[in-house]
C-alpha cells in the first residue's frame, strides 16, 4: 500500500470517527501503537513514523491521523515492544530521525472504551505480573467522558499484587482515545520518549 493510498484512507476513517451517527460497535481499528506529536503537526509525524517502520522492516503498516488532536494509531506487523527498543538504538546513533514524534507507546490490545470491557482486557492481560511484585494504572484519555476513578476502582478489584506509584514494577496502561481503548501491561522503561532519549545519549 502507498503512503498517499494509507493517508487517504484513514482520513476517511476520521470523518467517520467524526460523524454524530457513527458506531463504535461497526467499527474498531486494532492498532498497537499510540504515537504522539505537537499540536498541528501530525502530517510530519505520520511522514516519520512510516519511515521508522519502513527502515525497522514493515513495509505496510496502517496508520491512522486521528481526530484527536497529536495522536496517530499504527497497525504494524512488527512486535511493538520490540519496535520501541529498535527507536531507542536508533535515537541515540540519528536523534535527527526523530524531530515530530514525540512519544511511541506500544498496546497489546484493543477494545470499546467501556469500563467492563477495559476491566476483562486488564485482568486478562495481569497475568504476568508475578503475585510479589508491584504496579501502578496510568490512564490518558483523550475526548472521553469516562472517569479515571471508576475505570481504576474497577479493574483492580480483583488484583492482589501491591500498589506502587512511585516506583512499580509494572504500569498497566490504558489509552482512550474517544470511543475506543488500547491497553498494556508493561514496564516503566518500555515507553519511548525521544525527549527523553535524547537528552540521556
Known sequence: MTKER????????????KSEDSSVSEHIMNFNLLVTTFRNRED???????????????????????????????????????????CKE??????????????????EMNCKAEVTEIHDIVNQ????????????????????????NEIISTVTSKLKMKVNLDNP???ILIQIVRMVAGISILRPNQIFSSVKEKISS
Open 6 to 17: 494509507i493517508r487517504n484512507s484513514y482520513y476517511r476513517i476520521n470523518r467517520y470517527h
Open 44 to 86: 510530519d509525524a505520520f511522514d516519520e513514523i512510516l519511515q521508522l517502520l519502513d527502515v525497522i522492516g514493515d513495509k505496510d503498516p496502517s496508520i491512522e491521523v486521528s481526530s484527536v488532536s497529536g495522536i496517530i494509531l499504527v497497525d504494524t506487523s512488527l512486535d511493538p515492544f520490540q519496535f520501541v527498543e529498535e
Open 90 to 107: 536508533m535515537v541515540r546513533k540519528e536523534p535527527w530521525k526523530f524531530r515530530y514524534v514525540l512519544r511511541i507507546i506500544p498496546l
Open 125 to 148: 492481560l495481569c497475568r504476568k505480573i508475578d503475585a510479589q511484585e508491584t504496579y501502578r494504572v496510568l490512564i490518558e484519555k483523550r475526548h472521553s467522558r469516562l472517569h479515571s
Open 169 to 171: 514494577n509494572w504500569i
